[in-house]
């Protein structure tokens, strides 16, 4: 794209095993400025001229990062300008793990196109999460070539339904149900 800034798009981690698709820059940064297009597309968000970092952590990595224990998360993009994806994953040729990049680039639009990096508020972080969820999906559907395709690619996910609340200001009690990471707050939400 003329006009975009694209550096840094990659900040792997220097490890043998990084060897990985999303290592070659001028690819990554032809998938990353497509993805952020689609996702402007859905959302009407502006893409700003420079982009976020990607870095590649060990599965155990991430889940200590982030969680503080083990746990579900394959991605995570905290408040900054970094994208953290479990090693691994490749976002060149599994639609799935493709769509999880998806998830986080859409936070980082949501927090670009935001006078505040980090929600406010509960309903706002439920707000942002439940949209970045809603663009994954229909990003899914939408490059999948069939509804079998798309089905598998869900499957692989293996997600649970994101049913959640916040807290009630009556009881003080959180109103969470499923199987989802909301059971870590607003603040530590992995994906």
Known sequence: MPGVNHRPILNLVKHAEDLHPMSEPVAAAKLISALLLAIA????????????????LAPAE???????????????FPPGSTIYLEQGMDVFHDPASESILVHELTHWLQQANSSHPMAQTCQEWLDREYQAYDVQYRWLRDSSPNVRSFSIQMAKLNHTALVARCPSRATGQAAIMGDSPLDAGPDAAPH
């Open 62 to 76: 991430l889940q200590h990062r982030f969680c503080g224990l083990p746990c579900p998360v394959h991605a995570f």
């Open 41 to 56: 597309s859905y959302t009407g968000f502006t893409v700003p001229k420079d982009h976020p970092e990607i870095a590649f």
